[in-house]
């Protein structure tokens, strides 16, 4: 019981950390460097979710474990995809 709670309390922070680093917006020149180390952060958390099973021990459990792989892989993804964009349209 304590690690499946456990397991929901790190998905949601997981998630408020997710939320926070993908508030990406690059509107004026000043804010493009800002973006780039956003990029890198969000691409890192990317990583995080799909490593974070592992490292809290919460792997036996096969929801939380898909969860943490998928949306990390949908994250870093993203993040790759954004940092791409990024650099194409500067």
Same mark, same amino acid.
């Given at each position: 019981? %304590?690690? #499946?709670?456990?397991? /929901? %309390?790190?998905?949601? /922070?997981?998630? %408020?950390?997710?939320?926070?680093?993908?508030?990406? &917006? &690059?509107?004026? /020149?000043?804010?493009?460097? /800002?973006?780039? *180390? #956003?990029? *890198?952060?969000?691409?890192? +958390?990317? +990583? *995080?979710? !799909? +490593?974070?099973? *592992? +490292?809290?021990?919460?792997? &036996? #459990?096969?929801?939380?474990?898909?969860?943490? !792989? !998928?949306?990390?892989?949908i994250v870093l993804i993203l993040a790759i995809w954004a940092a791409v964009q990024f650099k194409n349209r500067s």
């Amino acid at each position: 019981m %304590l690690v #499946q709670t456990y397991g /929901r %309390l790190v998905g949601h /922070r997981m998630s %408020l950390w997710v939320a926070c680093a993908t508030d990406v &917006s &690059s509107s004026t /020149r000043k804010e493009a460097k /800002r973006t780039m *180390w #956003q990029l *890198w952060l969000t691409g890192l +958390i990317g +990583i *995080w979710l !799909i +490593i974070s099973p *592992w +490292i809290y021990n919460y792997a &036996s #459990q096969a929801g939380a474990l898909w969860n943490s !792989i !998928i949306f990390g892989v949908i994250v870093l993804i993203l993040a790759i995809w954004a940092a791409v964009q990024f650099k194409n349209r500067s």
